[in-house]
């Protein structure tokens, strides 16, 4: 068990331009959550995968942002014509979630999270 | 909708004494509580989590925490701090009946230890 990876650790952008942020979640681990925190402030829920599919979207998730998990296992985060406003820490967190044990399993463990700058 | 306030944005305590840190949630249905923890430039480490059961929970690092169903409370508490709990603390709730089962998060306390 590696944990959770996030890659890169820090970026810094200007405003308008693109950034695609990768999430490595444990292995075995079917759920990929993306949340978002700024500064002073707990993380809040940005969007969710069980295996391949994107099963809810927060409303904070505005167009200009695109998730994907193509093949059930790392996922990306990108953001399309970057505002000041984005600027935050991107934290993923993976579970395994079963059915017969629904919950004994779904403790989320989250990655060390990414840092956007844009200026 | 799920709500978590967290009284205390910041709880200066000195080594060695007691600390507990506050939670409350806004819920009318049944709910998964957690506490977590985030280290500077660190993502967040499970403390600990009420699922069901006892009301009392016992975490890592010698924390634990008590489920108070009418008072809508989950208080987070240690009887002896050390320099190394200094950190940022994260109440979170978990409606039961959305299969989502995501997290929603105080705004954090911080912990700070003074020798």
């Known amino acids: 068990d590696t944990g959770v990876s996030q890659n890169p650790r820090h970026k810094i952008t200007k405003r308008g331009q693109n950034v695609t942020f990768r999430c490595d979640p444990i292995s075995e681990h079917n759920r990929l959550y993306w949340y978002r925190q700024t500064l002073g402030q707990g993380p809040e829920f940005l969007t969710y995968?069980?295996?391949?599919?994107?099963?809810?979207k927060s409303r904070l998730l505005s167009d200009r942002f695109s998730a994907e998990r193509p093949k059930g296992s790392f996922s990306t985060l990108e953001i399309q014509r970057t505002e000041q406003g984005d600027s935050a820490m991107y934290l993923c967190a993976s579970s395994l979630a079963r059915r017969l044990a629904a919950f004994v399993k779904e403790t989320q463990y989250f990655g060390p999270g990414t840092r956007l700058l844009v200026l | 909708a799920q709500s978590v306030t967290q009284l205390d944005s910041q709880v200066p305590v000195f080594e060695e004494a007691p600390v507990e840190l506050r939670c409350n949630y806004s819920?009318?249905?049944?709910?998964?509580l957690f506490w977590y923890v985030q280290y500077p430039n660190q993502g967040l480490q499970l403390l600990l989590k009420y699922l069901s059961g006892s009301t009392l929970v016992k975490g890592i690092n010698g924390f634990e925490a008590e489920f108070n169903k009418s008072q809508t409370s989950f208080h987070l508490r240690k009887p002896s701090v050390h320099i190394s709990d200094t950190a940022e603390y994260f109440c979170a709730v978990s409606d039961s009946v959305d299969s989502s089962y995501k997290l929603i998060f105080g705004s954090g306390t911080r912990l700070l230890v003074r020798p």
């Open positions: 995968f069980q295996n391949e599919a994107q099963l809810e």
């Open positions: 819920s009318s249905v049944s709910v998964y």
